[in-house]
Nanobody
Framework: QVQLVESGGGLVQAGGSLRLSCGASGRTFSGYAMGWFRQAPGKEREFVAAISWVGGRTDYAESVKGRFTISSDNAKNTVYLQMNSLKREDTAVYYC?????????????????WGQGTQVTVSS
């Protein structure tokens, strides 16, 4: 079993920055990829960013390219999401997820484990 715990969410003004962290515990994680998703009220959960655990290849949703950066510290089993130039439309609960096997990293059904989520609220 893998437990994922997110932290770093909060309230920030538009144009500001936040850094989310996601720590994996329970066993040494040696899976395929880690991803960040978000879900706003009344909307479906959507892909934000992902990083391959080996090689560090990154993928981003078009809406966050150039503003968000995903990174990982494999020794600490931790993945980060640096969010800059935040917009009101970035307001959502952000979820960290872990995929054990290869698959399309933008799809929620590729991921085997999910964190509990952390709220990000961007005010104008």
């Amino acid at each position: 079993q893998v437990q994922l715990v997110e932290s770093g969410g909060g309230l920030v003004q538009a144009g500001g920055s936040l850094r989310l962290s996601c720590g994996a515990s329970g066993r040494t994680f040696s899976g395929y990829a880690m991803g960040w998703f978000r879900q706003a009220p009344g909307k479906e959960r959507e892909f934000v960013a992902a990083i391959s655990w080996v090689g560090g290849r990154t993928d981003y949703a078009e809406s966050v390219k150039g503003r968000f950066t995903i990174s990982s510290d494999n020794a600490k089993n931790t993945v980060y999401l640096q969010m800059n130039s935040l917009k009101r439309e970035d307001t959502a609960v952000y979820y960290c997820a872990a995929a054990l096997k290869p698959g399309r990293k933008t799809r929620t059904d590729v991921y085997d484990y999910w964190g509990q989520g952390t709220q990000v609220t961007v005010s104008s």
